[in-house]
């Protein structure tokens, strides 16, 4: 009897032991593999920032050196990097832990008042382009 049960017991133990050594070992690579990812995300994050940053100072020595004509030119130029901003913005919330519904839902906000404040900015051009006599 006891020579059974003690031969059950190393079996049942063995099984266990190379179960939770796979798993050790595939949690192992998973976690390899998903730092790899953020890696390689980190990077790109940083890339945008530096093209940023290297598209600002640009604007500053346009700036300096006379070639804006008027300041809508450097509003146009400011708003075309807005865009690359905002998708940095994007994917590092995305990053972040929230739930689809969220994230849509604040996608949805996002947008209304990007299409609020391009409705003003619309109606501002015309009312300047076109003054009352």
């Known amino acids: 009897m006891k020579l059974d049960f003690f031969f059950w017991w190393s079996v049942v133990s063995t099984v266990l032991g190379v179960f939770f050594l796979i798993t050790s070992i595939w949690q192992y690579l998973e976690g390899r593999k998903q730092k790899e990812r953020n890696t390689a995300q980190v990077k790109i994050w940083m890339q945008n920032a530096n093209g940023i940053a290297q598209a600002l100072m640009r604007i500053v020595q346009d700036n300096l050196d ?36 969220e994230y849509k839902k604040q996608q949805k906000e996002i947008m209304d008042e990007l299409k609020k404040r391009q409705s003003k900015t619309d109606i501002e051009i015309q009312k300047n382009n076109n003054p009352k006599k």
């Open 66 to 101: 006379k070639r804006y004509s008027s300041t809508n030119d450097v509003c146009n130029t400011v708003w075309s990097v807005h865009s690359t901003i905002f998708a940095l913005y994007q994917s590092l919330y995305e990053e972040r832990c929230v739930t689809e519904e």
